[in-house]
């Protein structure tokens, strides 16, 4: 079992340094008890490069049939935990930093005193990360890119985006009363992903709806970023409201465009619909759901 574990590990990380590092034993040993696994069962597991580590044909296959039980046998052991009068455990959780900001932030410091057993990893990521392969417990994400076959618990009320630029910038720059005038514009751009598009920025009015690719210096992955350069004079960005009000408010940022910004759903924890609930993701759903 323990052999078939170790297994595992390097199939997932395709890296003995890393997979040795996440069991806390030497590469040289882990390397050892894979050529033995191998040796007995009379298969190669596993092809080995100068730089890399790869599952052969049927270690693929091995991976995909026994993961999902050595998965169901953790599950089962982490239920157990509810037998303890405190919930204890993990939860890991990927979302964007502005999703951070607006329904973990508030509440974290409160849930984490409340609850010292429990330990909370968060991933930002403004991908679609697969949080079932990826092995998280659950994600935040909009609401109306949830997949069906998830279970979503609103976090937050709908916001809408802002188009926000420092006094500075405009004192140089025209305000645009149009959602075509930010094309002669220092926009600050968003890249949800290393190799995707940059995202096109949506306006909506009177029924009518219009995506513009904006041009400027700076391209971001991060909301924060977009925020902070706008701030800093460097062009306009495209943030969401409740991120921007607090600039609006003292000054340090202008708003432009508002009559042409959509409201979006709000934010919405999902997972599996086939999760077996631990005592500590249950208690964290609760103290995190949003109550209008």
């Known amino acids: 079992m323990n052999d078939l574990q170790a297994f595992l590990a390097v199939a997932r990380e395709q890296s003995f340094t890393k997979a040795a590092m996440k069991m806390g034993i030497s590469p040289s040993a882990l390397s ?17 490069t100068t730089r ?14 026994i993961g999902p039980l050595f998965e169901q046998i953790n599950a089962e052991i982490k239920m157990l935990g509810e037998l303890r009068d405190k919930p204890a455990g993990g939860i890991r959780l990927t979302c964007s930093d502005d ?26 990521d403004y991908g679609f990360t697969n949080i079932v392969s990826e092995r998280f417990d659950a994600g935040i994400r909009l609401g109306e890119s949830i997949s069906k076959d998830m279970i979503a618990v609103r976090l937050s ?3 809408r985006l802002s188009v926000v630029g420092s006094p500075n910038y405009f004192a140089k720059n025209p305000l645009p009363i149009i959602p075509q005038e930010l094309m002669s514009h220092n926009c600050i751009n968003m890249r949800h992903s290393i190799d995707g598009a940059r995202y096109a920025w949506e306006f909506e ?28 004079g460097i062009g306009l960005g495209y943030v969401p409201d409740f991120l921007a009000k607090p600039y609006l408010a003292d000054g340090r940022l ?17 997972y599996p619909n086939r999760r077996q609930s631990s005592a500590a ?11 209008p």
């Open 99 to 124: 999703a951070v900001e607006m329904v973990i932030r508030p509440h974290l410091a409160e849930f984490l005193a409340s609850y010292p057993d429990i330990n909370f990893e968060i991933f930002i």
């Open 281 to 291: 993701f249950s208690v964290f759903v609760e103290n995190f759901r949003y109550r």
């Open 157 to 159: 009320p709908d916001w």
């Open 254 to 270: 202008m708003e432009v465009l508002a009559d042409w910004s959509p409201v979006f759903e709000g934010f919405h924890l999902y």
């Open 32 to 48: 050892h008890t894979i050529r033995s696994l191998e040796e007995r069962l009379g298969v190669r597991l596993l092809a080995r």
């Open 205 to 232: 009015k009177g029924g009518r709806k219009l995506n513009i690719r904006v041009n400027g210096q700076l391209t971001s992955n991060s909301t924060i970023h977009a925020l902070n350069g706008a701030i800093d």
């Open 52 to 65: 890399n580590v790869s599952p052969t044909e049927v270690g693929d296959k091995l991976m995909h049939a």
